[in-house]
C-alpha cells in the first residue's frame, strides 16, 4: 500500500463507486457484495479487510489461499477461489476456501463432487466460470457447454450451483464490456430456467470496470487494487 493512504479511504471510495453505479441503474447497493481480492498481498492485508467489515476473500491459488488462512490464522470470512483449479488440488481447494467460483469442466465437477463426498461435505457451493467474452488466453467454458455443466452440478450428489463468474473483456470500451457481462447474465437466466435452479449469484467486475458489471446485473464484485494498491 502507498504511503498516506490508509485502508479505509480506499474501502470508502469503492463503496462510493459501487453506490453511485448502483444509483445510476436502479439497484440497491445492498444487492451487490464487495469481495477483497487478497491475491499476493500478506494476511495483514487480508485481517485489515475483514476488521473493515468485508466477509468476502477471494484468491487466485490454492496454496496461497491455504497458506494465508493457516500461516495467518485466518478462521474468518468466507473465502473464495477465483483463479483456475487445476484437478489434482480439488482437495486442498475443497479444505481452503468456501466457495469455488472458476468450475469450468466436466472433469472438475466430478472430481469436486467426489472428493466432496470422501470429506463429508453436502451442497458445496460453486459458481460456473463461463468465458462469454471468448477470450482463448481466458479459462472458463464455451457459453455452449454452460448448459451441460450446470446440469452436471445439478446432478452431482455433493454441490450445489449458486450462479455464474466471467472476467471482463480487456478493453476500455465500454460497449464491448458491457456486451460480455449481458451475455452471462443471459446466460445465468436461461440456466436458471433450463434447470430450475435460482442461481442468484453473477461475479462479474473488478477495479477496472466494476461500475459496467454493476450495470448489467453484477451482484458481486471482486476488486484488489482499488482496495489495496498495485501488486507488485
Ligand atoms: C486479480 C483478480 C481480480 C481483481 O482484479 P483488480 O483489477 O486488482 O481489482 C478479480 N478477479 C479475478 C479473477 C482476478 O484474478
Do not use: Y
Amino acid at each position: 500500500m502507498q504511503q498516506g493512504e490508509h485502508f479505509s479511504d480506499r474501502l470508502e471510495a469503492v463503496r462510493t463507486r459501487i453506490n453511485t453505479a448502483c444509483a445510476a441503474h436502479g439497484r440497491s447497493p445492498e444487492e451487490v457484495v464487495l469481495m477483497a481480492v487478497s491475491k499476493t498481498r500478506p494476511p495483514e492485508a487480508v485481517r485489515e479487510a475483514l476488521a473493515a467489515g468485508l466477509r468476502h476473500i477471494g484468491e487466485n491459488r490454492v496454496q496461497e489461499a491455504a497458506g494465508k488462512r493457516r500461516d495467518g490464522g485466518l478462521t474468518d470470512g468466507f473465502w473464495e477461489l477465483i483463479g483456475p483449479l487445476q484437478s489434482n488440488k480439488a482437495r486442498l481447494a475443497l479444505e481452503a476456501v468456501d466457495r469455488i467460483q472458476t468450475v469450468d469442466r466436466l472433469k472438475l465437477v466430478e472430481r469436486l463432487d467426489r472428493v466432496c463426498g470422501e470429506m463429508g461435505r453436502a451442497a458445496f457451493p460453486v459458481l460456473l466460470q463461463a468465458n462469454v467474452a471468448e477470450d482463448p488466453a481466458k479459462h472458463g467454458c464455451r457459453a455452449e457447454d454452460a448448459p451441460a455443466l450446470a446440469e452436471a452440478i445439478q446432478a452431482s450428489a455433493h454441490l450445489r450451483l449458486e450462479g455464474l463468474m466471467t472476467i471482463g473483456e480487456l478493453t476500455l470500451e465500454e460497449g464491448r464490456v458491457r456486451r460480455t457481462f449481458a451475455r452471462l447474465r443471459e446466460l445465468r437466466n436461461h440456466l436458471a430456467l433450463a434447470t430450475g435452479l435460482p442461481l442468484p449469484v453473477l461475479s462479474m467486475g473488478m477495479t477496472g470496470d466494476l461500475e459496467w458489471a454493476i450495470a448489467e446485473g453484477s451482484t458481486l464484485v471482486r476488486v484488489g487494487t482499488a482496495l489495496f494498491g498495485e501488486r507488485a
